[in-house]
Nanobody
């Protein structure tokens, strides 16, 4: 089992920045990839960014150049630095960890971009 605890969401004005963090505990030795998904009201959950244990990253097109995903393997944490935020980034953001036996999810943290 892997437990994921997210932090760092909140309300920010357009153009502002937020940093999300996710701390993993439990059977973290089995984590191959960690990342962030989001679900906006009325929409399906979508991948935002992910990073493998080898450091390879993947971003959805709409956040490239604005968001940066990073991972501290020693501390079993993953971060999402979000800059130049737009109203369309408003969503609940979920941390995800992929192991060889299951996917795990955090409880979600709300990000609201509004003036």
């Amino acid at each position: 089992q892997v437990q994921l605890i997210e932090s760092g969401g909140g309300l920010v004005q357009p153009g502002g920045s937020l940093r999300l963090s996710c701390a993993a505990s439990g059977s973290t030795f089995g984590i191959n990839r960690m990342g962030w998904y989001r679900r906006a009201p009325g929409k399906q959950r979508e991948l935002v960014a992910a990073i493998t244990s080898g450091g390879f990253t993947d971003y959805r097109d709409s956040v490239k150049g604005r968001f940066t995903v990073s991972r501290d393997t020693a501390k079993n944490t993953v971060h999402l630095q979000m800059n130049s935020l737009k109203p369309e980034d408003t969503a609940v953001y979920y941390c995800n960890a992929v192991t060889g036996w299951a996917d795990y999810w955090g409880q979600g943290t709300q990000v609201t971009v509004s003036s």
